[in-house]
């Protein structure tokens, strides 16, 4: 560790000479993007179900239990296996880890005839519902589900069409990006309404978010430009969302659009939305006006997941371990690392952060690389879906973590990326990105093949 | 100028270069560089050795397996307290050999490569009884795929396997766990009252004088889910058999780092994440019959220590006659200190493990302080176990290669 410190300083400080870079871009905590809780080892498929790596003795329990609540699939009441029943009366699946396998990003459907599992699509109305959410449609509420327990219909099917876009870099190189339409082959409760707005959610992988819990707020606040006074064409901004657990407003990190406060209120959110378990946050779920035989089921006990249990599923979801760094050294890489600033990349893809005190001390103090603002961003109109939430608008969406992507394809043996997997590699979401990007992929476009190459290196690697 | 910092990158960039050739080990506080590396002799014997334990271990699984085919013919021609209770016991005997190959699962070799691997198909837990057959409560009596003539006319192979987790994980179907479900029955009532399941052997009397209803057709499903567990026990061991254009034969041939990384992966997430953590801590936390790993039969204690002697077998090479270079042989020839800290932790959990109180269910029960601490035990043995392998796998600065190995199943 310590010669190749030594090293490192040498190389960068030669690097420094050679170029006008103002510091170092190569640091070695980079490593290690999780701090102490990084995962040191990788091991293959299994590289995000690792618990980080500092895991304290007393939470051994709750991640091991958390865990099996993750991985294992929610059972209709009622039923012998008390502590799993409840599931429904809708949902989008019966476990965390069918959208979510092996801690990773869910795939979209392959093609048009594909069934959706870890993609869906939220709904909402014209309007502001509750605390300046969505407005839920009546009837479908804020989420479609497809499926249902057992004497009952679920909400319909829905599809995708997929449309090829040719383009060409500016050396004639050219690239093809898939665009999706969504909408419904079936409806079983009722037709959707013109002016629903429909917006897809492909599951993203789990790993660091307790770690992105733990930037501190203030620190998120002085990343944000909301009025682009330094003029560099980014405004990013806070989504300020509703929390259940606090009642008031809080900053959003979570969710493609940031509409999740905490790890706590996105793991509610997801039990409710995604499975239909009622948890201490979120105690009930949603029955729309025409689904009356879903008023009427029996649930699985109030709440459906004891609080001891949504605990233990919450510090689980906050410990799992972002693996290291890949192809450290790498020459290709740190090309490729000089690349990603001069396009300007960082402006919104924050590299590092130090996180503050955090009650689960593992992720207390580290210093990470997660390559995220945590910001809303115009992403321009190619991607926009057009559905506010809270105070992101219709164009906006929140920066995603980079850190691990390059692991999607060994572990979840696809390289799907953006809000709902439409870009098929990396290159083709950067290709994507527009509005306050717009002069970033320019310039991407602009840079020659090896440039392009040493780019993408170096997003594996991270 | 220019020339001068070209040939002084240039030299940078060949030592950064040659540092990273030599393995990308993070512990340098113990050793560092080349004196990491697998002696490639020794290597290959480890490899070659590791090949012939899989090989005999799913052969006496199979040979396991198709004494209990024999044990359930004898069942279904002539349910009695005899034929019901020697089914029983081929089933338990069964495990034995079975819970040892566990230590081959996690680098997606035969066992559990995607897709094709029939880990979920054999192995899988919990289970949700259900989808089976009959339970108890309210509209318990018409569950499961038995009871459900109308909607599965045909009790078949394939329609097992296409339902089995049709919904991913629990929606457990076959396997040894379908099986044990279908000789023990439920075992969710008071631990401390009523041991294992219970299944009357009359659930299989077909003449109007049986319990329960479907008889024939639970008959039908005990038997294909043992004849399809025996196919893919044959597919196993097939695989690993020497002298064939199969899987063994490539993983023989991989590099010995690239070999050694995968049977080290395999030893560290099974002590670590899914022993220790997902079987024991989980169902410790829960304190929950549907978290024992073998409940309808209460022989969990068995799983457990299998599941460490199978650990212990590939650590030090041996597994009934097959004895050979382990990895002990491959950590010691470069730290002996390390090599002996495993041995100890690993002899430590099997003993942990053999001292877990019977049944399993009991141990757990939030009510057993005692037993809890047995168990808690067996939990602190893993984690030491689980450290020490993981020391061994940074010291050889290992990741699983890009790809795992091509295996044409055709071929």
Sequence with gaps: MRKRFIFSLIFCFLLGCASDTPEPLVDESQRYPGGDTTNPILLGVNAFIQPVDNLKQEHEEAFYSGNSFF????????????????????????????????????????????????????????????????????VYGDQFQPSAIVDLIGEGIPSVQYEEIAGEYDD????????????????NYGPI???????????????????????????????????????????????MVWDDTEQALAPGRFGWKGDASTVRQQVAGAFAGDIGITSPVIPTTHCGENQDECASIEDGGSPEISERFFDFVVVYTSLVAVPYRRNWGDADVESGQAVFHQLGCDGCHTPRHVTGDHALEELSNQVIWPYTDLLLHDMGE?????????????????????????????????????????????????????????????????????????????LESI | MKMNKFVVLSVVAAFSLALTACGDDSSDETNSGP?????????????????????????????????????????????TPDTMNAAREAWLASREPYLQTEVYRFYEGPIDMEPGGPEGLLNAWPMDEAWVDYVRGDGGESQGIINKPDLYPEITADLLESLNEAEKDDNIATGYHAIEFLLWG?????????????????????????????????????????TMLIGHLTGLKAAWAPNANNYRASFVAQTPTAGVAKIMTGM????????????????????????????????????????????????????????????????????????????????????????????????????????????????????????????????????????????????
């Design chain 2, 268 to 411: 560290i997430v099974l002590a670590g994440f899914e022993t220790g953590g997902e079987r024991v801590q989980a169902a410790l936390a829960s304190g929950g019959q549907e978290d024992e790993h073998s409940c309808f039969s209460d022989n969990t204690h068995r799983d457990m220590i299998q599941d460490v002697q199978g650990i212990q077998n590939v650590f030090l090479g041996t597994y009934g006659a097959v004895s050979g270079p382990g990895i002990k042989d491959l950590v010691a020839a470069n730290d002996p200190a390390l090599a002996a800290r495993i041995e100890t932790a690993i002899a430590d959990a099997l003993s942990a493990a053999n001292r877990l109180p019977i049944p399993f269910d009991q141990a757990i029960a939030s009510s057993n302080a005692e037993g809890r601490a047995i168990v808690e035990n067996l939990v602190t043995q893993l984690r030491v176990a689980n450290d020490a392998l993981r020391d061994a796998f940074v010291f050889y600065g290992f990741e699983i290669p890009e790809d795992t190995l091509a295996f044409d199943e055709g071929a």
């Design chain 1, 172 to 187: 004639g190189t050219p690239y093809s990006l898939l665009k999706p339409t969504y909408g419904f082959k079936e409806l």
């Design chain 2, 186 to 226: 439920q075992d969710d009532e008071d631990p401390f009252v009523s041991g294992a399941g219970k299944r009357p052997f009359t659930d299989y009397i077909a003449d109007g004088s049986g319990t329960a209803s479907n008889q024939t057709r639970r008959a039908q499903y005990l038997k294909v889910v043992s």
């Design chain 1, 193 to 239: 309404g013109d002016d629903t707005m429909i917006s897809p959610r492909i599951a993203p992988q789990v790993i660091g978010m307790g770690l992105l819990d733990a930037i501190p707020t203030e620190r998120l606040q002085a990343l944000e430009d909301p009025n682009d006074t330094d003029g560099d064409q980014i405004s990013g901004r806070l989504n």
């Design chain 1, 382 to 458: 190619g991607l926009a879906d057009g559905r506010p939430v809270f105070l992101a608008n219709g164009r906006e969406w929140k920066t995603p973590p980079l850190w691990s992507l390059g692991l999607i394809p060994k572990v979840n043996k696809h390289s799907r990326y953006l809000h709902d997997g439409r870009a098929r590699n990396l290159a083709e979401a950067i290709l994507w990105h527009g509005g306050e990007a717009e002069a970033s992929q320019k310039a991407f476009k602009s840079l020659s093949a090896e440039k392009r190459q040493q780019l993408l290196r170096f």
């Design chain 2, 35 to 79: 004196s990491n590396s697998i002696e490639a002799t020794l290597g290959q014997s480890v490899l070659n050795n590791y090949a012939d334990i899989v090989y005999a271990s799913y052969s006496d699984s199979l040979t396991a397996a198709e004494a209990m085919d024999v044990a359930i013919d004898a069942l279904i021609a002539d349910p």
């Design chain 1, 71 to 138: 991985t294992q699939a929610w059972v209709m009441s009622p039923a012998s296996t008390t502590d799993r029943d409840g599931l429904g009366p809708f949902f989008n699946a019966r476990a965390c880890s069918s959208c979510h396998p092996k801690d990773g990003r869910g795939a979209p459907p392959e093609d048009e005839d594909g069934d959706f599992v870890a993609l869906l699509l939220r709904l909402s109305v014209p309007g502001e519902g509750p605390h300046g959410a969505p407005k839920p449609h009546p």
